[in-house]
């Protein structure tokens, strides 16, 4: 089994705040993935009453985004993820990779950017951490689909209940860091699959 080997986009410490599922390794190896040309287009998408216009493309078309680690040679297999908010005049990008894990489809995520775009010094770029963020992925029969975001909350009660064994460390302010193997993470989406709670449960659906 090749293991896709990726240097992620820079997230600060913070994003381990959020109730997302956030992983320091993919969910995914090179086998697992399932690229489906009907996902590019443009998209509305409406989220937490903000509406948004949303591009995807193919990872290959875009000279302009740094392509970290190997991800050149699955380039042509990777998407590019625009999100323009309503109200802001630069879009959040992210490069993702659409993967079958059991049953069901899961979306890879991380912050896709320009080496001009970082003006961060590197001491402060030193304290940050890369991490990936996984969704299942439902595509319907009318050509939308949705996403579902893994809720990293729901990870964490089962640690603290000592019901899930699944490799981490304990973060900053305690908070937890999952750095499970993509083989390990692979089992958790599988194991878990159908249960409601390891979701969150309001869905992003994706209309053209």
């Known amino acids: 089994m090749k293991k896709v080997s990726i240097v992620l986009g820079f997230t600060f410490l913070l994003i381990f705040l959020s109730s997302c599922l956030t992983t320091l390794h993919p969910i995914f190896t090179e086998k697992d993935l399932a690229y489906d040309p009907k996902l ?3 998209w509305n998408i409406e989220r937490e009453g903000n509406k948004e216009k949303v ?3 193919n990872l290959a078309t875009e ?3 740094e392509l970290p680690g190997n991800i050149s040679d699955i380039k042509e297999k990777g998407y590019l993820i625009s999100y323009q908010h309503e109200h802001s005049e630069n879009p959040e990008r992210y490069i993702a990779f659409l993967a079958r894990i059991g049953k069901y489809l899961y979306f890879d995520y991380y912050p896709a950017y320009k080496k001009e775009d970082q003006k961060i010094d590197e001491f402060f770029e ?3 951490v890369k991490m990936h963020t996984s969704y299942r992925v439902e595509i319907l029969n009318d050509g ?3 996403l579902s975001q893994l809720d990293g909350s729901y990870v964490n009660s089962l640690i603290d209940q000592k019901k899930i064994r699944i490799s981490h460390e304990a973060g900053a302010d305690d908070n937890i860091v999952i ?3 993509t083989f ?3 089992q958790y989406l599988i194991k878990y699959s159908d249960e409601p709670e390891a979701y969150d449960s309001k869905k992003t659906i994706f209309k053209k």
């Open 40 to 42: 590019i287009g443009t």
């Open 55 to 57: 591009t995807i493309s």
């Open 144 to 146: 939308s689909f949705e």
């Open 63 to 65: 000279n302009s985004v």
């Open 184 to 186: 390990e993470l692979q």
């Open 179 to 181: 750095t499970a193997s």
């Open 126 to 128: 030193a304290h940050l």
